[in-house]
Nanobody, 115 residues
Framework: QVQLVESGGGLVQPGGSLRLSCAAS????????GNWYRQTPGKERELVAG???????WYADSVKGRFTISRDNAKNTFYLQMNNLKPDDTAVYYC?????????WGQGTQVTVSS
């Protein structure tokens, strides 16, 4: 079955960096794109970045120039490199893939930006 497992979250000071990973299994990874979302309490889940099967990328304006989404088809993993983090980036980050017409989500990883 399709599984997505995020890792790499944690506590970081403003201006710091983190790299999130999303390990995928249960489908032909190289044939599908993926997205990173984030969510804070009381707010809707927000699309942060996306990457296509061919490597094309898309970013929300709020993270453009600071975050980089990538993929490693040999490792079946999506990544989100987050630089120059701000307190407003604090959230639970989720990866999502749409496989065979259904959306699959990971369990989420907490990112906290605070001094």
């Amino acid at each position: 079955q399709v599984q997505l497992v995020e890792s790499g979250g944690g506590l970081v000071q403003p201006g710091g960096s983190l790299r999130l990973s999303c390990a995928a299994s249960g489908f032909t990874f190289r044939g599908y794109g993926g997205n990173w979302y984030r969510q804070t309490p009381g707010k809707e889940r927000e699309l942060v970045a996306g990457i296509g099967s061919g490597g094309s990328t898309w970013y929300a304006d709020s993270v453009k120039g600071r975050f980089t989404i990538s993929r490693d088809n040999a490792k079946n993993t999506f990544y989100l490199q987050m630089n120059n983090l701000k307190p407003d980036d604090t959230a639970v980050y989720y990866c999502k893939a749409r496989v065979f017409g259904s959306d699959y989500w990971g369990q989420g990883t907490q990112v906290t930006v605070s001094s």
